[in-house]
């Protein structure tokens, strides 16, 4: 067609075992026919499938800088096809069927002008470029079966819908740069979308959302969420060990079930966040992105690596489900949600634990009692309320109490090396000093170890409840207390309900004894000073240095041997910077 602008419509069942050579215009081929020759279209001229049945056979080729368009009617694949470099083979209506690749450097693109129904057993070669685009639900996945080696983007508003076991395999690049959806269209089986290792399945358009909603999502390559949010809905979808998940975007499990196994990596900013539904499976998750539980049911097995971040927030109620949950890197807990324990749940920290709320961390009355197991850090660095905890808890680390309360009425068993720190910033407990609540029974071991915060300074007869119990046993094998004035000393006292932290004043002269040979000595212990000058006198206004000790180191012991000749006598220690 060498002439004409319009468009030649052939009734003509058309049969092409040579050329058909389209220059300008269109040709339309109305009732079907069988090719196995060359269709060749110069830009921006076309051929066009408009009605019947046509079979493209194998061997066939479409050229040129034009493009081939099924526009109605059938067009059946028998056998690999070629579509030539600058050359495009476009779906907008009708359907594509049968069994064959698509080869060649060209570019398929498959619009969904009106209802096009992709149901080929087909393959896009790694040379080729797969366009998506169009509006509503005109791209109907109807059985078709899919490889993309190539690189396929998907743009416009229009869903991709998936029908009676249609499925995409992408072992190349499929690029989502809209916020349109995967959907299902209830008949025959669900639809797969299957990203292999190796591939890339990315979001770099859209600051919406892009839903998994109809497809299966099974991943064992990797998922680039550069834009926006890609949220797992309604079916099971599973992200195989070696996943790697990248960009700044989120890939979101909302209201269902996603299986993580093995390892699966959260590269630099990435995120995976389980807002509702559950995550299960047995998995390793290595940073340093970030696990983000907002809501939710968390049950089979997951580390967190000491690279990676784990992030509880959010207002709902996050479960965890007779799951063993091993974060080694930072977890920082914000919201008003709670954590709640069912069926024997296991948290094991062995990282930082920062607990930045007054929410609670509850027993479901469901299965065994939950437990925690600490190997490192549990801070509490914000909130001057309540935390309640009726999980066991076990502190092998450091449970680092900087605001408010922490109730542990599930039990607590600390260990030799186990460290508690307590801050004191004021005399009312929770909001100006720090405390543990300990329900039934007390086991007290390891470190006790207190700060002064907010530049306070306790004066004599202060008292601060730092630990309470029904009952206790044991006690802290050390404690590390902040200094006060050399007037005043600290004093631990383990009473019938609760360890406190009294302030009192300083015995400087201690262990004062008049020996057999007429001696009188005693021990001065105080701050490490320059020196020391212990002074005597008879009347309390005419003092006699005695002794000078410099350095001072902490401790020594003053003996004088005239103390016999006075009827009276009184001693004084003078501290030097």
């Not at 009732?31 to 499938?49: L, R």
């Not at 570019?107 to 998506?132: D, K, P, Q, R, Y």
């Not at 996945?141 to 229009?158: D, F, P």
């Not at 079930?257 to 807002?275: C, D, K, M, R």
Request: aromatic share 8%; glycine share 16%.
């Amino acid at each position: 067609k060498s002439a004409g602008g319009g468009t030649n419509l052939c009734d003509f069942a058309f049969n092409n075992n040579g050329r058909l050579n389209v220059q300008i215009g269109a040709v339309a081929l109305d009732a079907g026919g069988s090719s196995s020759g060359v269709f060749s279209n110069a830009a921006p001229a076309k051929v066009e499938f408009t009605g019947g049945t046509h079979t493209l056979n194998g061997g066939m080729s479409i050229a040129g800088a034009g493009r081939g368009r099924i526009g109605g009617g059938t067009v059946t694949l028998n056998g690999d096809i070629t579509i030539g470099a600058g050359t495009t083979l476009e779906l907008a209506s009708g359907t594509l069927n049968g069994s064959g690749a698509l080869n060649g450097t060209g570019t398929f693109e498959w619009t969904g002008v009106a209802v096009a129904s992709l149901a080929a057993n087909t393959s896009i070669a790694a040379g080729m470029h797969w366009l998506l685009s169009g509006t509503g639900d005109n791209m109907l996945l109807y059985g078709g079966i899919v490889r993309n080696l190539g690189v396929a983007t998907w743009s416009g508003t229009g869903n991709l819908v998936g029908i009676n076991s249609g499925a995409i395999t992408n072992s190349g690049e499929f690029d989502m740069v809209n916020d349109a959806s995967f959907t299902f269209g209830n008949y025959g089986g669900v639809p797969v979308f299957e990203n292999l290792a190796g591939a890339v399945l990315r979001k770099s358009g859209g600051t919406g959302v892009t839903t998994f909603g109809g497809f299966l999502l099974g991943n064992s390559g990797v998922v680039d969420i550069q834009s926006g949010v890609l949220s797992l809905q309604n079916i099971n979808h599973t992200f195989a060990d070696g996943s790697d998940l990248r960009g700044l975007g989120r890939i979101r499990v909302d209201g269902t079930t996603v299986t993580l196994n093995g390892n699966i990596t959260l590269e630099t900013g990435a995120t995976f966040e389980l807002a509702s539904g559950t995550v299960n499976g047995a998995t390793t998750l290595l940073g340093p992105g970030t696990f983000v539980w907002s809501g939710g049911d968390l049950s089979g097995s997951m580390n967190i690596a000491a690279n990676a971040n784990l992030s509880i927030s959010g207002s709902a109620d996050k479960l965890l489900y007779g799951a063993v949950l091993n974060p080694a890197g930072s977890t920082v807990w914000t919201g008003s949600g709670n954590l709640v324990g069912f069926n024997s749940a296991v948290l094991t920290n062995s990282g930082l634990f920062d607990i930045r709320t007054d929410a609670a961390m509850p027993f479901g009355n469901y299965g065994g009692v939950p437990s925690i197991y600490n190997l490192g850090t549990v801070l509490k660095s914000a909130g001057g309320g309540t935390n309640l905890c009726d999980f066991a808890f076990n502190n092998n680390g450091t449970v680092d109490l900087r605001s408010g309360v922490l109730a542990l009425s599930g039990g607590y068993t600390p260990s030799s090396t186990s460290q508690l720190k307590l801050a004191i910033g004021g005399l009312a407990p929770g909001t100006q000093f720090s405390q543990l609540n300990l329900g039934g029974a007390a086991a007290l071991a390891g470190t006790l170890s207190v700060t002064l915060t907010n530049g306070f300074s306790p004066t004599n007869g202060q008292s601060f409840a730092i630990v309470t119990y029904a009952s206790e046993s044991g006690q802290f094998a050390s404690q590390q207390l902040p200094a006060l004035p050399n007037t005043l000393a600290w004093q631990v006292n383990y009473g019938a309900t609760a360890v406190t932290l009294d302030v009192l004043r300083a015995k400087i002269l201690n262990n004062a004894s008049l020996l057999a040979n007429g001696h009188f000595q005693f021990s001065v212990d105080g701050p490490n000073s320059s020196s020391v000058i212990i002074q005597g006198t008879t009347n309390l206004v005419d003092w006699v240095s005695l002794q000078t000790n410099a350095p001072f180191t902490g401790s020594l012991l003053f003996d004088e041997a005239v103390v016999a000749a006075y009827p009276g006598r009184f001693y004084r220690a003078i501290f030097e910077p």
